[in-house]
T-cell receptor, first 115, second 114 residues
């Protein structure tokens, strides 16, 4: 079965500093990979996705992620963090099962931004 | 195009009661999936419906059920509520074709069981 690990439960960065959130997955085939962001009391917003092709993908709000098959990783990066980026971030693997779709999520990383 | 809507946004119930949550997908989307989010277990897949049929089911007890209507709207029902059912229930819609489709999430329904 597929699984997703986000090793960092909490991360604190200063505003303007760079950010990298780690994600490792376990999946037999080529994965569909996603990063979602969730603000308090809100649903999930898609930041970016990887289906195939270029391993460096660009997303919304200045985020990017790099798929590294050899490391089974899909880390999320941002060069300069803004206070509004404080939220919880989820990495997910998408799977097609019996012609249906299912997402398996990591445990999430809560990002705090210091002024 | 309107996003995924979920009603109600908040619910308070007592143990032993049952509850029904509703989800309206994005227009043209035929697949609706449900997820439960709790602090202890994180985000877990409940089930997926496509063309009024359950296509996949996660590892939840039979107290959790759902259905989908011909207009793709979906409901999920939880019977005999337990304290541990307190959670944010998220609905996601997608096109539903055989290849993987991006899922779009609603704002969720916050269920509190007392």
């Amino acid at each position: 079965a597929q699984s997703v690990t986000q090793p960092d439960i909490h991360i604190t960065v200063s505003e303007g500093a760079s950010l990298e959130l780690r994600c490792n997955y376990s999946y037999g085939a080529t994965p569909y990979l996603f990063w979602y962001v969730q603000s308090p009391g809100q649903g999930l917003q898609l930041l970016l996705k990887y289906f195939s092709g270029d391993t460096l993908v660009q997303g919304i709000k200045g985020f990017e992620a790099e798929f590294k098959r050899s490391q089974s990783s899909f880390n999320l990066r941002k060069p300069s963090v803004h206070w509004s980026d404080a939220a919880e971030y989820f990495c997910a693997v998408g799977e097609t099962l019996d012609a249906g779709n299912m997402l398996t999520f990591g445990g999430g990383t809560r990002l705090m931004v210091k002024p | 195009k309107a996003g995924v809507t979920q009603t109600p946004r908040y619910l308070i119930k007592t143990r032993g009661q049952q509850v029904t949550l509703s989800c309206s997908p994005i227009s043209g989307h035929r697949s609706v999936s449900w997820y439960q989010q709790t602090p202890g277990q994180g985000l877990q897949f409940l089930f997926e419906y496509f063309s009024e049929t359950q296509r996949n089911k996660g590892n939840f007890p039979g107290r959790f059920s759902g259905r989908q209507f011909s207009n793709s709207r979906s409901e999920m029902n939880v019977s005999t509520l337990e304290l541990g059912d307190s959670a944010l229930y998220l609905c996601a819609s997608s096109l539903g074709s055989r290849s993987y489709n991006e899922q779009f999430f609603g704002p969720g329904t916050r269920l509190t069981v007392l």
